[in-house]
Each structure stands twice: as C-alpha cells, then as structure tokens.
T-cell receptor, first 112, second 111 residues
C-alpha cells in the first residue's frame, strides 16, 4: 500500500459526459502528479501540482483540468469524453517536487 | 527534457543478477537519475535514485558511469516478482521536477 488513494477504482461512462477522478496523497506530501496510461501508449504525464499551485504541465488536453485543494487532495476533471479517453489514470504524490513519488492503484476509465 | 534510452525488453533467469542499462547522454549536471518499475496491473513503484555516486538500497543497486552519460540498475538476485517494466528517468534537482516516463524495459524472469 503506497498510501495514495484514488477513487473510484473503475468508472464507465458514455461519450460526451464529464467525470471527476479524485486523489488523496500520502499524509504530508505536498506534490501531486496525474498520469494517463492507455493500452497503446506508455505513461503520459498530464500535470503536477505543488501545495495548491500548478507546477508543471504535460500533454494534458484542453478538455481536461485539475486542481489541488487546501487539504492537498486533488481532482482531475475530464469533460466531453471520447472513446480514446479510455485509459488508466494514475495519481502520484511526493513530499516535494524532487523526492521519490508514490503512486496510487489508478482509476480505470472506460468510455462507451 | 533530457532523454533516456533503454532496451525494449530483457530476459533473465530466477536467482541470477540482472543488469538493466540506461543511456542518458544529454544529462545535465543537476539531473538526478531515477528508476521506477511497474508490475502488471499496478501503479509504478519507486526503486532507487542517484546523482553521481553508486547507490544501494534493499531493492536494488544503481551504478552510475563516471561521465554520468549512462547508468545501470542492478537486481542482485532476480525473483519472479521482479518481472515488470523498468523505467529510467532524469529529474531536475530544481524547477518543475516533473516525472516523465519513457517506454522502459520489459523484464521477463524465467523460472
């Protein structure tokens, strides 16, 4: 158990819908990262937050947004969902931006 | 971002040492070398990291070339549970410090 909690574990939704994925980092970790892992692609870095502020951005689509709240949990919002958005979404956290990161078990999103 | 190059796949036998190579010829002086692995159906897991000197922990050893343009992750005695995709990642010591994964090396362990 990494200490990072992601909910829900599985999510099935229709095209065009909007979903919110939630991540609770390890206690004391200030940095949160989001990743997307599709079958045909590796782990794609989406976005990083540090203590509530956006720190780095990767290949995150405009239909996707994220935020980190004062209690340090984070949410990834995916809107206007397409079939191609079906993937595993991982959240990770670390104490600071440079220390080892701990990953959650992921949320498997299926868009039908 | 500085790139890393790893073999797509490697195979080894149980209870034998495994040496996983990584080339990072464009590494900068402030880049740390991190290794993560991803077991089937799980999130990635931190293995080890280093800057210039070789590092050891309970999971593995990291050997860093003197010019820092390459490194090797060493699993001293592989078990079937070590079968995973291993990622070598460069990470800035300061600044954005984002953690960007490449394709990694898929390690197969034969019983």
């Amino acid at each position: 158990d990494s200490g990072v909690t992601q909910t829900p574990k599985h999510l099935i939704t229709a095209t065009g819908q909007r979903v919110t994925l939630r991540c609770s980092p390890r206690s004391g970790d200030l940095s949160v990262y989001w990743y997307q892992q599709s079958l045909d692609q590796g782990l794609q870095f989406l976005i990083q937050y540090y203590n509530g502020e956006e720190r780095a951005k990767g290949n995150i689509l405009e239909r996707f947004s994220a935020q980190q709240f004062p209690d340090l949990h984070s949410e990834l919002n995916l809107s206007s969902l397409e079939l191609g958005d079906s993937a595993l979404y991982f959240c990770a956290s670390s104490v600071t931006g440079g220390t080892e990161a701990f990953f959650g078990q992921g949320t498997r999103l299926t868009v039908v | 971002d500085a790139k890393t190059t790893q073999p797509n796949s490697m195979e080894s036998n149980e209870e034998e040492p495994v040496h996983l190579p990584c080339n990072h010829s464009t590494i900068s002086g402030t880049d740390y070398i991190h290794w993560y692995r991803q077991l089937p159906s799980q999130g990635p897991e931190y293995v080890i990291h280093g800057l210039t000197s070789n590092v050891n922990n309970r999971m593995a050893s990291l050997a860093i070339a003197e010019d820092r343009k390459s490194s090797t992750l060493i699993l001293h005695r592989a078990t079937l549970r070590d079968a995973a995709v291993y990622y070598c990642i460069l990470r800035r010591a300061q600044g954005a410090q984002k953690l960007v994964f490449g394709q990694g090396t898929r390690l197969t362990i034969n019983p």
